[in-house]
């Protein structure tokens, strides 16, 4: 699963500009913009003869930025790049293996602004199938 993470920050890392992606939160004082990438839940299917390779997992990506309009930059990278993955290998790094990502379904889609920090918050929720080794 921290693969189909590491994966997944790679690819929003390049598809929108931001390097400033952290796994469920970011560390304290960290300057927006930032991403978070959290992973809800994730279900393996299983056949007589052990898992079959294919998994799914519950995705929620987390922009916070300054303005609602950073915000819904951000959201709209994430939400055109993570569309058009069906069926492609994402986060390959110097030669090194990447995630294959079968499909992308996108679930939801929020806004919100945090008092205690001043920050516009977007959130995604999105289904990832994809190929566990």
Do not use: C
Request: glycine share 6%; proline share 2%.
């Amino acid at each position: 699963m921290s693969d189909l993470k590491r994966a997944l920050k790679r690819f929003l890392a390049v598809e929108t500009g931001q390097d400033s992606i952290h796994y469920t939160r970011a560390p304290t004082k960290t300057s927006p913009p930032y991403g978070a990438i959290s992973i809800i839940s994730n279900r393996r299917e299983r056949t007589h003869d052990g898992r079959d390779g294919l998994a799914e997992a519950r995705v929620q990506i987390d922009w916070f930025t300054k303005t609602d309009s950073e915000s819904e930059q951000l959201s709209s990278a994430t939400i055109e790049a993570v569309e058009k993955v069906q069926n492609e290998t994402i986060g390959v790094r110097r030669g090194k293996g990447g995630i294959f990502i079968a499909q992308v379904t996108i679930e939801t889609e929020f806004d919100d602004y945090e008092d205690d920090t001043g920050l516009f918050h977007k959130a995604i929720d999105l289904t990832i199938q994809y190929e566990e080794d």
